[in-house]
């Protein structure tokens, strides 16, 4: 069966792995380290998205106004993380069946996260067979976060693909808007921490239940969207 694309490019928290309680755990160990109120997973569903330093700023509150407290939470947070970045963070059932189906079709896999270059590189090296996916980029410097399109750029051209043929695949409004700004196309999860909703109102024509089913558009020639899209 042909597919219509060379190369998928998947967000990483949420999408391809349940890293929650570790960023929650690690950054709550870091506010209480300075006395600032703490929070629950759920409240940091919506904290985690644009990258660490945003994580940091949106659970201090107004603290964060006091940019040397900041970046001290910022810095302790990362000393953390190193270590509990792998306690409980796995990959959502199905997702290596999924990246085994889309590879065995001949497309390409990237990774694009606005998590810390050094901690996507050591989650997806650590949680995923070397074999299923050709690149990964975190945040890093001299490149915007998502939802600008640069990084997604820049790791087309290392594969030498155009924009028609790759599919870009998240769980987040931010992964909507990168899609937009980038213009290529986009499939939604709903598994992951935002939902169905939020990623229908960003603009999401295409949301996945499952796995497999990102798996199926990936390899069919066609889309069927009544089947994958909620009413």
């Known amino acids: 069966m042909k597919t219509n694309y060379d190369v998928c490019i998947f967000d990483l928290d949420g999408t391809l792995v349940d890293s929650l309680e570790d ?16 929070h ?28 040397e407290l900041l970046d001290s939470v910022s810095i302790n947070f990362n000393m953390i993380y190193q270590e509990k970045c792998l306690n409980k963070t796995k990959p959502y059932n199905g997702i290596e069946k ?3 189906d889309i590879k065995y079709r001949g497309v390409k896999i990237g990774v694009l996260s ?3 270059d050094d901690f996507a590189k050591k989650i997806v090296s650590s949680l995923f067979d070397p074999c299923l996916i050709d690149i990964v980029y975190g945040q890093k410097k001299g490149l915007p976060t998502k939802p600008e399109p640069d990084s997604l750029f820049e790791m087309l051209g290392k594969f030498e693909c155009p924009k028609n ?12 808007a990168t899609a937009q700004n980038a213009g290529v196309d986009f499939c ?3 598994w992951g921490f935002r939902g169905y909703d939020e990623l229908k109102n960003a603009g999401a024509e295409l949301i996945a239940k499952t796995p497999s089913e990102v798996a199926s558009i990936v390899n069919s020639s066609y889309f069927i969207r009544n089947m994958l899209c909620h009413e």
């Open 114 to 116: 606005n998590k810390a």
């Open 23 to 38: 960023l929650a755990d690690s950054c709550n160990m870091a506010l209480s380290l300075f006395e600032l109120p703490t």
């Open 40 to 67: 629950t997973n759920e409240e940091y569903k919506f904290f985690v998205g644009n990258g660490i330093r945003e994580l940091v700023r949106k659970s201090m509150g107004d603290a964060a106004g006091d940019k």
């Open 98 to 100: 999924m990246l085994c």
């Open 165 to 176: 043929k790759c599919l870009y695949i998240g769980d987040s409004n931010i992964d909507v």
């Open 188 to 190: 939604g999860v709903e």
